[in-house]
């Protein structure tokens, strides 16, 4: 497998005729064969692959098409795609250096339950979280100190969603799996933001876990969830302003959830009736957005020439409000807009906090605003560390594995996808998820499992292979670290 890396490399570069287009390719390679996963689904490399995407997408587009964009005409793009790439790097070298010292833990012992919930719980517990986030969120901000971590387990929900699209494929009902996904993926498009990413990811994930190269629809659906994701993006950054216009002016919009789906139906039916070389330009703007490297790149052009680099200020801010809990520190401030640190360090006045928006300017820029090359990778890798150590050590020390799979999925996806997230909010929410969510599923992994115990036992007793039936499934004690994935 590791022949695989530079082999991604040198064939991107004879191809593509760039060292560089090679040198990325070699990157995301590394990312999948360094970090395997042995039980549940890919989500750390799936994770690292999405910052990939965010650095280097405008650079094979301009490469394919030659379309220029604003990154490519105002900056020094390559630049700032190297130092993008080193984010990533430094990523992947975390989380594996993570894994190597935790597979050097002594293995686990005892029994491990497949399966803590049954189908019908996890519907249950999904129409309930459903029926009752938005009441949740909207109460959250009366309880102050406590607000992020109650939206912290709002989260939750995504866990629980990533379990039914798991036990579908697994199961292969593909028209359930089908009519579950088209109901999140409308939820997710009628709200406000491009909701409809994340269940489009948890169904690629579980795909993922079960995946056999041998099988053409596997491949066939992976494809088409990657198209559909695509065509949802361009479709979205097109209509997106008109529609949230139209959403903030009416209330009948806001409230209403059929009037949102026919507002979009009409915005989509616009869309589709421009001409082609309105449509290109539909796309420029999915990669122009996709691609966050513009304000960052126009930041280090003027970093260290106009504006010195600020030795570690911003990462000492960060972790001087990361370790301020606002329930012990009531009058601590909110986060600053990012949109404040594009305009002094990027030089652009954009818009702000004034026009309810905040423009990203993402991590790996404000860290060659701290430190400079090559200190600003230093970071990156230190958060990897944190994040796969975690990750592993939850598999590690849950019993039950779908509650295992379940933290790990959200925790490792939220805390590492985004590319274009500051360390305040990244830490922030990375931090909250582990404490709040990972700590209540922690201890209702123990005392679902002491109370089922002799259960489990019984059952062990009787069979030697997991059978699902909600508390009564069990799995045999692993014999290594994590369990194997599931046979192919």
Request: charged content about 20%.
């Amino acid at each position: 497998m590791y022949r695989l890396v530079p082999f991604a490399g040198i064939a991107g570069w004879l191809i593509l005729g760039d060292w560089l287009a090679g040198l990325a390719l070699a990157i995301v390679a590394l990312g999948w064969v360094v970090l395997p996963s042995e039980e549940g689904p890919p989500v750390l490399s799936m994770a690292v692959t999405m910052q990939w995407v965010a650095v280097s997408i405008g650079f094979f587009y301009y490469i394919l098409t030659k379309r220029e964009l604003d990154a490519t005409l105002r900056t020094d793009y390559r630049w700032m795609v190297l130092l993008g790439l080193g984010c990533v790097l430094a990523t992947i070298l975390g989380l594996w250096f993570s894994r190597y010292v935790i597979g050097r833990l002594k293995p686990p012992t005892g029994l491990r339950p497949a399966h803590a919930l049954s189908f019908k719980t996890l519907l249950l517990i999904y129409v309930i979280g459903t029926a009752t986030i938005g009441v949740i969120q909207e109460l959250a901000f009366n309880y102050g100190g406590l607000a992020q971590g109650i939206i912290a387990l709002t989260y939750l929900r995504l866990g629980m969603v990533y379990l039914i699209f798991r036990r579908l494929v697994g199961r292969g009902e593909w028209y359930y799996l089908a009519g579950f996904l088209v109901i999140e993926v409308v939820m997710g498009i009628t709200g406000f933001y491009a909701g409809f990413r994340e269940p489009l990811m948890m169904a690629v994930l579980a795909y993922l876990e079960f995946f056999d190269r041998r099988k053409i629809r596997q491949w066939a659906a992976i494809a088409s969830l990657g198209l559909l994701m695509v065509v949802l993006g361009v479709i979205w950054i097109s209509v997106r302003n008109d529609y949230r216009s139209r959403y903030l002016a009416d209330d009948r919009f806001s409230g209403n959830r059929s009037a949102r789906i026919e507002l979009l139906r009409e915005s989509v039916a616009v869309w589709a009736g421009q001409s082609s070389a309105d449509m290109w330009n539909n796309v420029d703007r999915f990669v122009d957005r996709m691609w966050t490297v513009y304000y960052p790149g126009l930041a280090v052009d003027r970093v260290p020439s106009v504006i010195p680099h600020t030795g570690g200020a911003l990462m000492a801010d960060t972790l001087r409000f990361v370790f301020q809990p606002r329930l012990l520190f009531p009058d601590k401030p909110d986060v600053k807009s990012d949109s404040e640190m594009v305009r002094r360090y990027s030089g652009v006045m954009v818009a702000g906090e004034n026009e309810g928006t905040d423009i990203a300017f993402g991590y790996a820029a404000e860290s060659y605003i701290d430190y400079g090359v090559p200190l600003m990778f230093l970071p990156a890798f230190i958060w990897a560390v944190f994040i796969g150590s975690a990750y592993f050590l939850i598999f590690r020390e849950f019993k039950h594995r779908d509650l295992a799979v379940a933290m790990t999925t959200v925790i490792g996806w939220m805390s590492l996808y985004l590319f274009e997230r500051s360390w305040a909010k990244t830490i922030g929410l990375g931090g909250t998820l582990l404490i709040y969510a990972g700590g209540l599923f922690y201890i209702l992994d123990r005392l679902w499992f002491q109370k089922f115990k002799n259960l489990y036992e019984t059952r062990l007793d009787e069979s030697d292979e997991s059978v699902e039936a909600g508390p009564s499934a069990t799995a045999p004690p692993p014999r290594q670290l994590r369990p194997q994935p599931h046979s192919k």
